[in-house]
């Protein structure tokens, strides 16, 4: 059974009419009423006799769950948006805490019809605000809680982890990929990987399955590269110190002169740390022509896969790959069906954001289901391969669960598969 209490304000009249679908909903298995059995006394003076009977033994009462309270801390800002003069980004956050509800509600239905569960969903409101937050975490509901999922920002996690280590409950990051070093919260749960794991993924990948004869970083001068490359050369430093390593400025030797820093027997591992359009496109066009003479392959950065000016001809030629926390396959058959029910009760297609609802949902729902209120001690025994993310956790005593799983993509066909 689902019961879910809405703590959200309307929004009239604005793109997230979606909030319609909060309402109370609640199925109650049927109860047996017991039959009366009518005692009959023998008449006086005669007599009477009694066939044996088998005594039928009365049904046993299926033992009911106990009742798992869920709350959603989501930034539907509802009470800010002016629907009027709203934009695109004025809403987005808006959208995202509503995809992400409609789809870890569609997991909690799933996990009660299949499985069974008594569960009971709460959802409030975050505003992206810290001072909001630290009111919600006084909040009876909050503190009566079996699992919080949310806030979904970091600054949010943030604010709330005090809270969280206060009231010793467990507390759900589903969409940050920060580092769970920043909130140093041992009831922390930590779903997407941050930008260092991807990187130890892609050293791992490159000693285990490309062997190269050289790797070779070529950065643009962005400030951001520093956050992939600082962490890949550290992780290579420990793992690959046998490989041959440099690591180029494109400003300090010009695309003409990449050539120069290859090893001409052998395969040379090309890392581009940068998300930069006009850095990609210009050191991509002369990775093609280099490729004819040299071996190469590429690792990219794991923000590739939203990249839309990456041509996939040319990733595909420049054997690229990538990691990533995710990847859909629309083509199986659980996909299809999970994309039909959502469309049927929606009436919208399903973003990333409500697959991703849908798998953390159905992840501890199905635990909850199966040990209950010590749902907990089985997070690192068990594991998922979700329609969008796989789950699997290891415990840190200082900074709580964090999800190690990590896949590998590269171009084949002419778009992003999963290799390992």
Request: glycine share 4%; net charge positive; charged share 25%.
């Amino acid at each position: 059974m689902i019961s879910v209490l809405n703590r959200l304000l309307p929004l009239s009249g604005s793109r997230v009419y979606r909030l319609l679908f909060l309402a109370f909903l609640a199925a109650c298995s049927p109860k047996t009423t017991p039959k009366v059995v009518e005692r009959i006394e023998p008449a006086p003076d005669r007599e009477v006799k009694i066939k044996p009977k088998l005594e039928t033994l009365p049904e046993e009462k299926p033992v009911e769950k106990p009742e798992m309270v869920l709350s959603l801390v989501l930034p539907f800002e509802l009470t800010s948006i002016n629907h009027k003069t709203a934009g695109l980004k004025d809403i987005a956050k808006a959208e995202i805490a509503i995809d992400f509800y409609q789809g870890f509600k569609m997991g909690l239905d799933s996990v009660a019809h299949n499985q069974g569960g008594n569960f009971k969903l709460q959802v409030y409101d975050s505003k992206d605000d810290p001072a909001n937050i630290a009111i919600l975490a006084a909040k009876a509901g909050i503190k009566n809680s079996d699992l919080i999922v949310g806030p979904i920002f970091p600054n949010g996690i943030k604010a709330f982890a005090t809270y969280s280590k206060n009231m010793q409950k467990l507390v759900v990051s589903p969409l940050a990929a920060a580092s769970p070093e920043q909130f140093n919260n041992p009831y922390l749960i930590t779903v997407n990987n941050s930008l260092e794991q991807h990187t130890l993924s892609a050293v791992n990948f490159i000693k285990s399955d490309l062997k190269p004869k050289k790797i070779i970083m070529i950065r643009s001068g962005q400030a951001d590269e520093f956050k992939f490359a600082v962490p890949f050369k550290k992780y290579r430093d420990s793992l690959l110190k046998q490989t041959a390593f440099s690591e180029i400025g494109i400003k300090a030797i010009g695309y003409e002169n990449v050539y120069k820093h290859l090893n001409p027997v052998g395969l040379n591992v090309i890392v581009l740390p940068a998300t930069d359009r006009n850095f990609l496109l210009s050191i991509t066009k002369e990775l093609w022509k280099l490729s004819s003479n040299f071996q190469i392959a590429v690792i990219g950065h794991p923000g590739w896969e939203k990249l839309q000016f990456l041509d996939a001809t040319t990733m595909q030629k420049l054997n690229t790959h990538i990691t990533s926390s995710y990847k859909v396959d629309y083509k199986t058959p659980r996909v299809e069906q999970f994309l039909a029910k959502y469309r049927a009760k929606y009436s919208l297609e399903p973003s990333e954001y409500a697959i991703k609802g849908f798998d953390i949902a159905y992840y501890f729902a199905s635990l909850m289901s199966k040990k209950g209120k010590a749902f907990a001690d089985d997070l690192t025994k068990t594991s998922l391969e979700g329609l969008h993310n796989q789950l699997d956790f290891v415990k840190d005593a200082k900074l709580g669960y964090y999800n190690h799983s990590l896949m590998i993509l590269k171009y084949q066909d002419f778009q992003l598969k999963k290799v390992k």
